[in-house]
Nanobody, 127 residues
Framework: QVQLVESGGGLVQAGGSLRLSCAAS????????MGWFRQAPGKEREFVST????????YDANSVKGRFTTSRDNAKNTVYLQMNSLKPEYTAVYYC????????????????????WGQGTQVTVSS
């Protein structure tokens, strides 16, 4: 069992930056592919980014490529989402998630690939 706790959300002006953190409990963090999703009011949860077990490979949604960077520190059981050049349409609750899958046909972009979820952190981007 993994417990995930996100932090770092808040209110920021358009064009600004935020860094989200997701701290995981347990001693097996490095065995989970980690992902970030977001859900805006009235919309479905959507994929943002995922990172491989050792952090050597990431895969980002087209909507955030070049603006968001995912990284992880397995020694600290933490995954990060650095968000730059933020837009008002990025306003959402951001969730981190952990996957036990060793392979994913969707490149870990589907919510159903993930076994554990955090409670989410609100990101609000003002215009």
């Amino acid at each position: 069992q993994v417990q995930l706790v996100e932090s770092g959300g808040g209110l920021v002006q358009a064009g600004g930056s935020l860094r989200l953190s997701c701290a995981a409990s347990g001693r097996t963090f490095s065995s989970y592919v980690m992902g970030w999703f977001r859900q805006a009011p009235g919309k479905e949860r959507e994929f943002v980014s995922t990172i491989s077990l050792n952090g050597g490979r990431t895969y980002d949604a087209n909507s955030v490529k070049g603006r968001f960077t995912t990284s992880r520190d397995n020694a600290k059981n933490t995954v990060y989402l650095q968000m730059n050049s933020l837009k008002p349409e990025y306003t959402a609750v951001y969730y981190c998630a952990a996957s036990r899958l060793t392979i994913s046909s969707s490149n870990y972009s589907h919510a159903t690939d993930y076994d554990y979820w955090g409670q989410g952190t609100q990101v609000t981007v003002s215009s």
